[in-house]
């Protein structure tokens, strides 16, 4: 209720924002609970702990990847999820396309852009990211469906909002090249967590990634 009145305060379709439930850390039964209140997309952190929980919940459970992916976790991840939301680097990239063909799947990718240039978060540079990225609109197994970013640490939801701006214009820049108008590149954006989401909804976010908001503070 509170994403669909952020929504349309700022005349958006509530339905174009997805609720992700961040479930990372969170045990199977937690996860059943928010199963049965109606929630369908869970994004995890590591691949590990998700390939644990997933025997173990709903079959028709969309799983999402939050977290950076390593080389040697790229054939389970492929296998167990639908969409990737942290392609940090072209080789990644390159990597899961080539096992999603092995697999004989086609999986969704978002691109990880590092807004506020932190050494400690991972993601392409925001300068010429439509270039750097052009390559990847040929990949045929790994679609890139938009941008993914977590502003820097602020003191309010507020001070994100430039950032959750700028994304938006990244993506509107891909939109107008021809490599991805020719893939029809649907441009979606997830950004916005338990602190920001409103921000995020209203400055365009398709995706917001909740976790303390339906969990409760994260178990360690």
Same mark, same amino acid.
Do not use: C
């Given at each position: ?21 961040? %479930? /990372?850390?969170?045990? @199977?039964?937690?996860?059943?609970? !928010?199963?049965? +209140?109606? *929630?369908? $997309? ?77 050494? %400690? /978060?991972?993601?392409? @540079?925001?300068?010429?990211?439509? !270039?750097?990225? +052009?390559? *990847?609109? $040929? ?82």
């Amino acid at each position: 209720a509170r994403i669909e009145r952020a929504a349309l305060a700022v005349g958006r379709d509530p339905a174009a924002v997805k609720l992700l439930a961040v %479930s /990372k850390t969170q045990p @199977p039964e937690r996860v059943i609970e !928010a199963v049965r +209140a109606g *929630l369908l $997309a869970f994004g995890e952190n590591r691949v590990q702990e998700a390939a644990a929980k997933a025997p173990l919940l709903p079959a028709d459970i969309e799983w999402h990847l939050l977290g950076p992916l390593q080389s040697n976790k790229v054939r389970r991840a492929v296998a167990l999820f639908r969409v990737v939301h942290a392609v940090d680097r072209l080789a990644i990239a390159f990597e899961l396309d080539e096992e999603a063909a092995r697999q004989g799947r086609r999986i969704a990718g978002l691109i990880e852009v590092n807004l506020g240039a932190e050494r %400690s /978060k991972h993601g392409f @540079p925001a300068a010429e990211l439509a !270039a750097t990225l +052009a390559p *990847l609109a $040929a990949l045929v197994h790994l679609e890139i469906r938009g941008l993914m970013a977590i502003p820097p640490p602020s003191a309010s939801a507020e001070e994100s909002r430039p950032h959750f701006r700028r994304l938006a214009g990244l993506r509107d820049e891909l939109r107008r090249r021809p490599e991805w108008q020719a893939r029809g590149f649907a441009g979606e954006l997830s950004m916005g967590m338990s602190g920001d989401y409103k921000i995020a909804v209203e400055e365009g976010s398709n995706m917001v990634r909740i976790g303390s908001l339906l969990f409760g503070e994260r178990r360690k």
